[in-house]
């Protein structure tokens, strides 16, 4: 399975930008599709942006539509969340995730593969 490192988190004030890097390892990384998912304190972790294999296609959670980008770039061997007009309700812990298959899903049972996490913290 493919090994993955986060980084790039930190703490900003609302309306201001992040953008979370996942390093992976493993030649697989191409043929899979890639996440991102949060989760916040005493709440289930949830989805945020997905990416197929290609980079052809993305998905998003309703909550980040508009603001937050996912980008990969398999020749680098990494996937991306570019994160605009943060809000205070999108502090979690961050984690990258690599798929199972090439399509991209927003289930985590779709993903076999995660990061130890990130942390974003956005203050008002």
């Known amino acids: 399975q493919v090994q993955l490192v986060e980084s790039g988190g930190g703490l900003v004030q609302a309306g201001g930008s992040l953008r979370l890097s996942c390093a992976a390892s493993?030649?697989?990384?191409?043929?899979?599709?890639m996440g991102w998912f949060r989760q916040a304190p005493g709440k289930e972790r949830e989805f945020v942006a997905a990416?197929?294999?290609?980079?052809?296609?993305?998905l998003y959670a309703d909550s980040v539509k508009g603001r937050f980008t996912i980008s990969r770039v398999n020749a680098k061997n990494t996937v991306y969340l570019q994160m605009n007009s943060l809000k205070p309700e999108d502090t979690a812990v961050y984690y990258c995730?690599?798929?199972?298959?090439?399509?991209?899903?927003?289930?985590?049972?779709?993903?076999?593969?995660w990061g130890q996490g990130t942390q974003v913290t956005v203050s008002s």
């Open positions: 995730a690599a798929g199972k298959v090439r399509v991209a899903y927003t289930a985590l049972s779709t993903y076999g593969s």
């Open positions: 493993g030649r697989t990384f191409s043929n899979v599709a």
């Open positions: 990416i197929n294999w290609s980079g052809g296609s993305t």
